[in-house]
């Protein structure tokens, strides 16, 4: 190696390390003098700077050539300890030469109080080996009593304050997702050096156990959980570079209490006798005949603004305004009497045709800035009435209707309109789910997200925007978990808070429409049993044995979620959650807890609607 080693090893290059040959591995220590290398050698072998076999530190250039030092634990591991680059004995342009840079597997690129060209130099260089590297940061108590001179001192506050100095420093000189240690110069038990053996001893140090061999399915299983994981715990790793934990779980907090508030008024209008009442229930996911539902008739039945908010998400409600161009609401003061301005966007319903009053209201909408949408109501009724015709075929006959409408409002003095066919009976028919999507552009963040929660489950695609706003939000809440102060549960070995995965679980029963009311409405919207309908749930329990003592019953059938592997797995990219106490095992029992739960409720949810859907 071009060194002294007090155990010789064999030279060799990382492909012979991974092809054949070489059986050892030989970790580079590097960095600037005096940034602390030796004395990280040394704490990574068990050893004080003292000890009688330490690699010797010194407050001036200590390290002269490349000194091998074998590992306490792992003896086909050597650590060597570098000179310092950018010295008058080792300048910058002969160093890597000097040293046999290229004969290392891995390398550890020491600094202290600052980032410096050379760390550039020498990161770049191991990115152009296609090797690997970690960034450590090493004297961080000396950094942190610096920081406590300042009033607003944060120890959190502090480290994250350096992790992104040292993240944005490696990015612009073109290192993607570089691994960063926080360690202290006295205690190894502090920050980040616990966690950066256990990444050493996992990719670096451990060897392969050949004498058992992992079973396919566990292999396929870790390789899927390490990809969601990369793919997810990436954007917190990102988001806590640049704030601490609090500032994020503090941000996160404020947005759930924004999606738990969100409000959400719609408003059905169009002349009387167009089927408004019955679209409000459908909407709601209720029959016509259901107690609490909008009343329908073949006369006027709506005289008044009635206000229906949905039976799961009261937060959302859905308007029943009365029809325009009766003789209790004529035209010139319809808009004033309904409280137009109230409503976040407006569905103009006909039925056989749309009149000069449907363009009215969608002129006096538009003054306000505000969205309509035309929906051509009782297309069952129509395509009923139509396949009497014995040359009868649905696609011509939807695309005559649709032309009519249009020719009709083009008529009435509406530019380029556009309508959406509908059947109240059946919402996966025609346009609804066009409809539906045009709403969610046209709406807002947080009352998108209102939309898309309280929308009945009548296509597969409504179903998949649902599972991903609860994906959305199982991270969220496993983020606050960390924060809020974990409990730990009564003969568990994690912590957790159960109340969080209780409140997610019942949420997730109101989202798909699994809960037992729920369950009922779908019944009598589809006329089924409703014995026959809960039969159809094979996975989840009912909601209504969702209590604490259950959920803890389910973690203790489930401790996979809390493995040593699956913790180190995420520490591995967010270190900052190890530094809280229980926050990590709380991250890990929240996320994985929920994500399960969720792939069962959307199974189960699946198999509701196709017995409902079932002729």
Known sequence: MGGRSSTPVSSGNLSDLTGSGKTTRDIAITGLTGAG???????????????????????????????????????????????????SNFKAKEYLERVNYSQYDFFIIVASN????????????????????????????ISIKNAKLHPDFSEEGALQKVRKYCLDNLEKAGISSPEIFLVSSWFEEKYDFPLLQRTLERHILRPADKSTKPSKESGIRFIFLQKILKIDLSKLRDALMHRNLEEVAEEIRQELDELQNAKLDIAITG?????????????RGM???EEDAAEVGITQTTMECQAYPHPSFPNVTIWDLPGIGTPE????????????????????????????????????????????????????????????????????SIQKIRKHCYQELIKAGETNPRVFLISRRDLSMYDFQDLQETLENDLDDLKKHALILAMPIFSRKILEKKMAAMHALIWKLAIVSCVIGVIPVP??????????????LLRFYKVFGLDEES???????????YQVLKSAIKKSPMSSEITRKFVAGLLARSLLWAT?????????????LGSLFGGVSSFVTIFFMLRSFLKDIVEDAENVRAKATEP
């Open 564 to 576: 040593v592997t699956v913790i180190e797995l995420v520490l591995d990219f967010v270190p900052v």
């Open 519 to 529: 369950l009922r409405r779908v019944a009598k919207v589809f006329g089924k049993d």
């Open 491 to 504: 003969g568990l070995s994690l912590a957790c808070d159960l109340g969080i995965l209780v409140s997610a």
């Open 271 to 283: 002349v009387s006798g167009a089927g408004k009442s019955s679209l409000v229930n459908a909407l």
């Open 287 to 289: 029959a016509d005949c």
């Open 329 to 396: 609401f004529r035209p010139k003061d319809y808009l004033e009497k309904v409280h137009f301005s109230q409503y976040d966007f407006f569905m103009i319903v006909g039925s056989e045709r749309f009149t000069e009053n449907d363009v009215l209201l969608a002129q006096e909408i538009k003054k306000m800035k505000k969205k309509f949408y035309f929906v051509r109501s009782k297309m069952d009724d129509s395509m009923s009435a139509e396949s009497r015709d014995p040359n009868f075929d649905m696609d011509e």
């Open 37 to 87: 290398k030796s004395s990280l050698v040394n704490a990574l072998r068990g050893l004080s700077d003292f000890d009688d076999e330490a690699a010797k530190t010194d407050v001036i250039e200590g390290t002269t050539e490349p000194v091998g030092y074998p590992h306490p634990t792992f003896p086909n591991v050597t650590i060597w300890d570098l000179p310092g680059i950018g010295t």
């Open 114 to 141: 600052r980032f410096t060209v050379y760390d550039i130099q020498l990161s770049q260089a191991i990115q152009k080996m296609k090797k690997q590297f970690c960034y450590v940061w090493s004297k961080m108590d």
